[in-house]
T-cell receptor, first 111, second 112 residues
């Protein structure tokens, strides 16, 4: 399985944008890039996904490098509620099957 | 929709006892997943079902663990006998054939 690499932790100030990087240099052409996050004491929740083009939704934006070997999750204005562990996961064919969670990035938001 | 429902939310038991965790997936979803989360090992997939049939159980730690999905709206994960190292948070998730998974709130299991 293609793997992802993320920083262990990041800090941000409230109301400022946050860019969470993810490297996936062995990504295949049929791997979709998914992002999930896990708030304290909760189950993971889906954030966004994409294949080649940049994507926007109400929660975040996903910027995908042209060679697809890296991507960046963008939170436009971090709030205290965005403090969570963010996971970048490759999903073959976008199929609703197994997710392989790595260590993720723990985002801390300072007031 | 109420989302994925798990019960109980917390379970404390003694070593050697049988433990049964329950999950009700989102109506209409045809895939169901059981995960386990510990500080040491993070989030691990234990087993997943598609259309009530187990597809991959390679993540099930050992024979003490078993999972069933008798119908599209219910699944159980059983541990018999339980051991202290089984202490973890167990998550159930469901999804359609493509797209994102929806996770339940988890069951925190403590085996003394």
């Amino acid at each position: 399985d293609a793997k992802t690499t993320q920083p262990n932790s990041m800090e941000s100030n409230e109301e400022e944008p946050v860019h969470l990087p993810c490297n996936h240099s062995t990504i295949s052409g049929t791997d979709y890039i998914h992002w999930y996050r896990q708030l304290p004491s909760q189950g993971p929740e889906y954030v966004i996904h994409g294949l080649t083009s940049n994507v926007n939704n109400r929660m975040a934006s996903l910027a995908i490098a042209e060679d697809r070997k890296s991507s960046t999750l963008i939170l436009h204005r971090a709030t205290l509620r965005d403090a969570a562990v963010y996971y970048c996961i490759l999903v073959l064919n976008n199929a609703g099957n197994m997710l392989t969670f790595g260590g993720g990035t723990r985002l801390m938001v300072k007031p | 929709d109420a989302g994925v429902i798990q019960s109980p939310r917390h379970e404390v038991t003694e070593m050697g006892q049988e433990v049964t965790l329950r999950c009700k997936p989102i109506s209409g979803h045809n895939s169901l997943f059981w995960y386990r989360q510990t500080m040491m090992r993070g989030l691990e997939l234990l087993i997943y079902f598609n259309n009530n049939v187990p597809i991959d159980d390679s993540g099930m730690p050992e024979d003490r663990f078993s999972a069933k999905m008798p119908n599209a709206s219910f699944s159980t994960l059983k541990i018999q006998p339980s051991e202290p190292r089984d202490s973890a948070v167990y998550f159930c998730a469901s999804s359609l054939a493509v797209g994102e998974q929806f996770f339940g709130p988890g069951t925190r299991l403590t085996v003394l």
